[in-house]
Nanobody, 125 residues
Framework: VQLQASGGGLVQPGGSLRLSCAASGRIIRLTAMGWYRQAPGKQRELVATVASDGSTNYLDSVKGRFTIARDSGKNTVYLQMNSLRPEDTAVYYC????????????????????WGQGTQVTVSS
């Protein structure tokens, strides 16, 4: 299973961006899909997650500005980011939480998580 993230870029304060992350491979099930971010000199932090039952969880500072959504049929997760602030500048990573998938010889494999490669979001005037 691999994750391919896209949608990052440079945007002015108050602007919007939409991140996408598509998971390839044969996923049997997973607990949640989500987005994390890491700014220079800071630890990686959870931004938003969407569980398999559709429930969502957000970092306090993004509530009301960011919206996470999942297309289960396509194993894709989106992050709509509005009213962006300079402090949102970071590398954003998508994540699969506790996925179970078939490997190349059709064996089910369970891992703790899988990470995407990261996409840079820069909010600056």
């Amino acid at each position: 299973v691999q994750l391919q993230a896209s949608g990052g870029g440079l945007v002015q304060p108050g602007g919007s961006l939409r991140l996408s992350c598509a998971a390839s491979g044969r996923i049997i099930r997973l607990t949640a899909m989500g987005w994390y971010r890491q700014a220079p000199g800071k630890q990686r932090e959870l931004v938003a997650t969407v569980a398999s039952d559709g429930s969502t969880n957000y970092l306090d500072s993004v509530k009301g500005r960011f919206t996470i959504a999942r297309d289960s049929g396509k194993n894709t997760v989106y992050l709509q980011m509005n009213s962006l602030r300079p402090e949102d500048t970071a590398v954003y990573y998508c994540n699969l939480d506790r996925p179970v998938y078939y490997d190349e010889v059709d064996r089910p494999v369970a891992v703790r998580d899988i990470w995407g490669q990261g996409t840079q979001v820069t909010v600056s005037s």
